[in-house]
């Protein structure tokens, strides 16, 4: 439909070519003539769309009293204004511009105005088009990579180690796992920033430099944040601890003698289900967990028989995780980019 759209726009430049080259001239029902008047305006209402202002005018001419839609860009809002003087431009009988002070404001009616509004709701229909589709090609890969990764993880040998070991910072030695970028995190974040950029040119234009300071906002605090995650964040383990350092660098150890097992299971996600390993005490106490959205799992399950922590479930079984505070943030998070949609893209007052 949004190809549709740009191509009746193309279709429809030999209209506007016309209305571009017309003279003055008498004849109201030809489109290579238009007709001028003088007026005055009487009421003026303001108002935005997502093409720029509009303005909702009241004009005396011709001895009759019209109301005119205007489209004036940022230099001609302030002409717009009660009292002042005007030429009203008729072509085919509607009026398709106001000249004040020898600048021609076009109204809504003007082949050139309704081309522009055309174009924009058949842009906005194709990068609706292509987000679906991009959505689809993400969705496929992350699926393909977990079935990859599921495969890989069912054939691990049962006695592979856990690598060699180091010196941990509190002087131990033992093993260190470091998260990975994989898929299933960098795809989704590079499809949203793509998404980002690209949906800039179809900003309402009067909050377009907000919406964009609050787009590099967000892209930087993603960058942060990543940055962190990968510089502090790490599962230790020794012979008789399992420590886990979360991305501000703050640590969390348990002692193996609280008896500690872990517990394989998938979470269903937006587009894919992430595979996760939790460890808990012997009491039930779930300690921290860890996902494949982050970690290698096989590096996981190996650190685990190298320090003696049973492993039960499997990746098949789907947990539904999600708490009061989590539905919260979800439902907050919902409201704000609802109102953020609304402030971008919608008329404002």
């Known amino acids: 439909m949004g190809s549709i759209l740009v191509a009746v726009v193309q279709l429809q430049a030999g209209d506007a070519a016309t209305y571009t080259a017309a003279v ?69 009988s509607n009026v398709v511009a106001v000249i004040i002070d020898g600048d021609s404001i076009p109204s809504t009616a003007s082949p050139l105005s309704s081309l522009n509004g ?44 856990a690598g060699p070991q180091a010196l941990l910072p509190d002087g131990s030695v033992g093993w260190t796992i470091k998260p990975r970028m994989g898929q299933a995190l960098l795809l989704p974040i590079a499809a949203g920033v793509v998404a980002l950029v690209s949906i800039t040119p179809l900003l309402n234009p009067q909050r377009r430099t907000t919406a964009l300071v609050i787009d590099g906002l967000l892209v930087a605090g993603v960058i942060v944040r990543s940055a962190l995650t990968f510089r ?40 894919a289900n992430s595979m996760r390993i939790s460890f808990f005490r012997a009491d039930g106490s779930e300690l921290f967990a860890v996902s494949d959205l982050l970690w290698d799992l096989a590096d996981v399950s190996a650190l685990c028989r190298a320090i003696g922590v049973p492993l ?27 109102a953020a949609a609304g402030a971008y893209f919608f008329p404002g007052s």
């Open 24 to 92: 003055a001239c008498a004849d109201t029902s030809s489109p290579n003539c238009y007709q001028t008047s003088p007026g005055v305006i009487r009421a003026v209402k303001e108002a935005m769309t997502n093409n720029g202002a509009q303005d909702k005018v009241t004009i005396d001419t011709r001895g009759t009293t019209i109301d005119v839609s205007l489209t004036p860009s940022a230099a001609q809002v302030t002409k717009v204004k009660v009292g002042a003087d005007v030429s009203v431009k008729w072509y085919v």
């Open 312 to 338: 039960g479930g499997t990746y098949d079984s789907i947990r539904i995780l999600i708490s009061r505070r989590q539905a919260l943030a979800y439902f907050l998070g919902s409201l704000v980019l609802g």
């Open 232 to 271: 502090n964040m790490r599962v230790l383990a020794d012979s008789s601890s399992i420590a886990k350092v979360d991305w501000l660098g703050r640590v969390r150890r348990w002692e193996l003698s609280e008896g500690l097992q872990g517990l394989r299971y998938s979470v269903r996600l937006l587009y």
């Open 118 to 161: 055309l174009a924009y709701v058949g842009w906005m229909l194709i990068w609706l088009g292509g987000a679906f589709a991009l959505v689809l090609l993400v969705t496929r890969r992350l699926v393909k990579a977990e079935a990859v990764m599921r495969r890989s993880l069912a054939v691990e040998p049962q006695g592979a180690g």
